[in-house]
């Protein structure tokens, strides 16, 4: 099993990732943000990469059923419903709603992965949940980090280090990495100790933290704490259809 | 004094090099070839992007004065005189003349930081100079590393890593680091016992060993053993002034 990390989707374009297997890792915040959503009931996310893309694709429809949600330099942008923190997507602001999502970086590499052969949504919050669906997948994986604007994220790398760590541990494969992956490997084992303390200590962190979202890095590194598993499917994410039969399940109310 | 570090030239364009103090490292092997060329007494070195570039811009001296040097997948171009080993580039082959330098990445990074306000090239061979030459400015710097065809490659950022941990050590300064540099740092500590070991191991390493320039990597990882520093001055690269005064006198004969 090959597992090629990309720190950054500048690093591979659109084509390279077509029939591929691919996960998105965007921990502060669209990764985060999107598996909060759908566990609060989201019928579903629509990534795209621009404002213009978000208003046209929500139509109609917007404001009654159709949500816009994402940032600009981490700001709910004009005209829109919801910013990129997880804990805006609560189940009364969500249930039931698509909501289209335009973030700086996170939807933009959604977007680059659209026409891969399984695309999934990783974070800490939902890690585990990831790795067993690679393991089940079988096949090699490449794990596109969204960094910030371009640029190297150490959470994200941290985050693809812990995925690595993870499909390590499942014996029985043999894992082939590539040099950022290998990267991603040591950084988690530097880190993990204390996720918080590098998450507030890295570039996006303090950002955001300067900007008001310091609750937002807590929530963040929570590991496994919200175990759903976002797939890309015709453009649109949605729970892992598995997930989405247990839930339905779940909710449905005695006759 | 601020360090960013860039894994990829396609993380960064021109214009954010524009006035900026830059180093750019490629390990393997732009960066220890120039350092190999120019002390061998190459009058100077000029980084092209392309082979085209680099027919056009030899012109009418090519093979008297003009080398033409570089590499495709590793290998020499056709109708060049040299590739892109350092053990090539012997007195023999180089002294008092002008190499026209086109490989997949090192020139490419370097071409890319032409408008700098300072581009020094490093690798490990000259490493501590390159150190000595950052806290001589003393301003901030971008160093990047040139990869290997828009990826992360192991090797450069563990030698960026170096830098940081030397520049760490020259007190006085505090240093302001980048995710990017962060990891880099983080990388030297858990590769520098062995750097022998790490560059066969890496992606590129594996390749070169494949295609028959497993020795190069020996020389790539000796530290300090070319102390010369390499300036772009005017789309060249040439010895740092005071060297090659230094040069001069030393090779001068008595009357």
Redesign the interface.
């Known amino acids: 099993m090959k597992i090629d990390?990309?720190?950054?989707p500048?690093?591979?374009d659109e084509m390279q990732l077509r029939e591929k297997n691919v996960i998105v890792i965007d921990v502060l915040r669209a990764s985060s943000t999107i598996v909060a959503a759908l566990r609060n009931g989201a019928r579903e996310i629509i990534p795209v990469s621009t404002v213009e893309s978000a208003v046209k694709v929500s139509g109609n429809l917007f404001g009654d059923v159709v949500l816009r949600g994402g940032e600009r330099n981490g700001k709910m942008i004009d005209g829109f419903n919801l910013g990129n923190s997880p804990s805006e997507y609560t189940e009364e602001a969500v249930k039931g709603k698509s909501i289209i999502l335009c973030t700086t970086n996170g939807s933009v590499a959604m977007v680059r992965a659209r026409h891969a052969k399984n695309m999934a949504v990783a974070c800490f919050n939902n890690i585990s949940l990831v790795a067993d669906f690679m393991m089940e997948v079988g096949e090699d994986f490449s794990i596109v980090c969204a960094g910030k604007q371009?640029?190297?994220?150490?959470e994200d790398?941290v985050c693809a280090g812990m995925i690595v760590k993870l499909l390590s541990e499942r014996d029985s494969l043999m894992l082939e990495l590539?040099?950022?992956a290998?990267?991603a490997h040591?950084?988690y084992k530097?880190y993990n100790k204390n996720l918080l303390k590098m998450i507030k200590s890295?570039?996006?962190g303090r950002y955001l933290s300067g900007i008001g979202f310091e609750d937002d890095l807590k929530l963040c590194v929570e590991i496994d704490s919200i175990p759903v598993l976002p797939i890309l499917a015709g453009n649109v994410i949605k729970l892992k259809k598995e997930e989405t039969k247990t839930a339905a399940v779940t909710e449905a109310k005695p006759d």
Chains 1, 2 share one sequence.
Do not use: G, K
Not at 5 to 8: A, G, I, L, W
Not at 150 to 154: E, T
């Open positions: 990390v990309y720190f950054s500048v690093q591979v371009s640029l190297f994220s150490l790398a590539n040099d950022a290998v990267t040591v950084l530097t890295c570039d996006h």
